[in-house]
Structures are given as structure tokens and as C-alpha cells.
């Protein structure tokens, strides 16, 4: 029995989950609902309705888990607990600070739904979160460092689109090499946030908009760039389609730490990521969550979860007799 998947918002993210159902043979594309109009919306799955946001609630019976693919700043801390009432669903809410507050209120919500809802599902958090578990976990007397990039991030991207006076926008995060190349030699050194990555924006604005409060906003926003060395360069629409158009991202999750009786001995874990397409990649992610959520629902679960909440085996369409001939 396929898993009947719902797409709610339908941005590069929801392309990508889309590209990721089309991918999987266990699932199939029920719907995608759009807050924009319907008729300017083109999907690439023939046959597929896209319908108003509104008409959500009329696809209860016939979705088993919907993805929302909102944004992390101002969307998804709405949508998700409104919509976990009402249906199992996975997000990828990507504020780290805000993860405590967005759990406990979608929490809240699906149990009171009785849904099994799946948050900041991806890679960062996400596959990057269960590699720093599972490294610290074995390598105990060691430090984490977790670097990001050289890549576009969605989610400071979005957030910077948010800004008044502001038309498109691309984010860079940029990993700073002396930092880690140290880490991987195996020192520990205490980094703060500015000492491990820059971010470089690029950004288009209105024509007259204040170009300088644009930009203060930008270096200042609280929890996206406020901790970081951060350069802002305006650039015109046909730019930053010409120079930045695509969607590379990447990153790499290490742990550094010492073993044996008198710490003699050094210890690298190096988990890397190097991507073509973020969003495309992050749809992989959350479709795989996807299939475990539905597999937690008909087990009888509910409330909210992450991806340290799920049993590996429940990622994977495979059953436990072929993962254990394949990967153990």
C-alpha cells in the first residue's frame, strides 16, 4: 500500500518533494495546495489537482501525511500546529533557537488531533543533528563542529526576502578555512559562532527602497545574522538569475575528541555533505520522514517528533530482513 502524500505550498522545496515522491515507488502525489492561484501554479506530475489552501480540509480521508513546505520564519509556526489537528505531517523548520517552542506547540496540537507530526526534518536539522547524536554518543571525550556551506541557505534566503523593500534574495554561508582545517587535524578549539562561518548576501530591492535600512535590518535580524560577519551587495533581478541562480549547498558535521586511558590518542568523525541542489536534497530527506511517519500513525503514535524520535529501519522502504542482508 502506497503512502498518499499531500503538498501544502509549492516553492523549491515542494518541487523537490515532488521529484522525491515521483523517486519513491512506496508513495504517490494525492494533492498540492497553493495560497496563490491555483491556475498559475504548473505542476510536474500529470493529473495531479492543485487546489486554494483553503480546501485542505477537504482532503483529510485521502492524504496520509502532508508536507508542509512553508517557510521557517513566519510560516511553518503557523501552518504546522494548525495543520497537525487535522492530518500527520512533516516539516522542515530550520530556526534552531526555536525548535523547544515550535515542538511543544505542535505537540500540543497533533496529540490533541491524535496525528503523528515529524519537525525539522532535512539535513541541518535533521541527518546533521542525528550524525552529532550518534558521534557524541560514541566518541564521549570529544567537541562537536558543525560547518555549513559554501552554499545558498533556503531558510536565510526566505528570511531575508521578508524584509520591506526587499524583491529576491540569495544567502551564502561560507565556512572559514583556518577554522576547519584545525578542527580536522584533530585540535578541540573554542569557536564562536563568527569564527566558523561568514554569510554573503546578495540582494535585490525595490527601486527607491532605503538601500542602507535594508541592510542594517539584514546584519542585525536576530537568530539569521546578527552573531556572524555578514556583507550585503545589492544586485539587479537579471544578476542574481545570471550569477546566482542555482541552489548549491553543503556542509560537515565533525567531532573531534581523544581515546584511551590517558586521552593519548586522537579521534576524527567527519560526516560531509556536498549538493547540487539544497532544496532537492532536503525533499529527499523529508519524504524519507514521511514514510516514517506514516509507519509511526498506523502504529497508534502521536504527538510531535524529530528524526531522533524515529527508528532508522522506519526511514528506509526497505523491511528489516533485507536491511539486514544489505547494510548491517
Known amino acids: 500500500m502506497k503512502t498518499r502524500i499531500g503538498i501544502y505550498g509549492y516553492g523549491n522545496v515542494a518541487r523537490g518533494v515532488e521529484c522525491a515522491v515521483k523517486q519513491s515507488a512506496d508513495m504517490e502525489l494525492v494533492a498540492v495546495f497553493t495560497r496563490r492561484d491555483p491556475a498559475t501554479v504548473q505542476i510536474l506530475t500529470p493529473g495531479v489537482p492543485v487546489l486554494p489552501a483553503e480546501r485542505v480540509g477537504e482532503y483529510v480521508e ?3 501525511v502532508l508536507m508542509l513546505c512553508g517557510g521557517s520564519a513566519t510560516d511553518l509556526p503557523v501552518h504546522t500546529p494548525q495543520l497537525a489537528r487535522l492530518f500527520h505531517v512533516v516539516d522542515s523548520f530550520d530556526t534552531h533557537k526555536n525548535i523547544p517552542t515550535h515542538f511543544a506547540a505542535v505537540d500540543e496540537a497533533a496529540k490533541e488531533g491524535g496525528k503523528v507530526a515529524v519537525i525539522s526534518a532535512g539535513w541541518d536539522p535533521g541527518l546533521f543533528s542525528l550524525n552529532r547524536l550518534v558521534a557524541g554518543a560514541v566518541l564521549s571525550n570529544g567537541v562537536d563542529y558543525t560547518f555549513w556551506g559554501k552554499g545558498i541557505s533556503q531558510g536565510h534566503s526566505d528570511a531575508i526576502r521578508r524584509v520591506e523593500g526587499v524583491l529576491d534574495a540569495r544567502q551564502y554561508t561560507i565556512p572559514i578555512d583556518s577554522a576547519l582545517e584545525a578542527v580536522r587535524s584533530g585540535e578541540t578549539p573554542e569557536l564562536t559562532t563568527r ?3 561568514l554569510r554573503d548576501c546578495y540582494v535585490v530591492a525595490e527601486e527607491g527602497a532605503d538601500l542602507e535600512r535594508i541592510r542594517e535590518e539584514i ?6 545574522f546578527d552573531e556572524y560577519d555578514t556583507t550585503v551587495t ?24 581523544k581515546t584511551g586511558w590517558e586521552e593519548e590518542h586522537k579521534a576524527v568523525i567527519e560526516y560531509r555533505l556536498q549538493l547540487d541542489s539544497n532544496p532537492e536534497f532536503t525533499a529527499l530527506a523529508l519524504v524519507a520522514c514521511a514514510r516514517a511517519c506514516h509507519r509511526m500513525a498506523a502504529e497508534g503514535q502521536t504527538g510531535c517528533k524529530t528524526m531522533f ?3 532508522p529501519a522506519y526511514l528506509s522502504p526497505l523491511d528489516g530482513a533485507e536491511l539486514r542482508r544489505l547494510l548491517l
Open 62 to 64: 485521502a492524504i496520509d
Open 195 to 197: 569564527q566558523k562561518h
Open 219 to 224: 546584519v542585525t535580524m536576530k537568530n539569521y
Open 234 to 257: 545589492f544586485v539587479t533581478a537579471e544578476q542574481l538569475k545570471a550569477e546566482h541562480g542555482g541552489m548549491p549547498h553543503g556542509g560537515f558535521v565533525i567531532r573531534s575528541g
Open 309 to 311: 524520535d524515529i527508528p
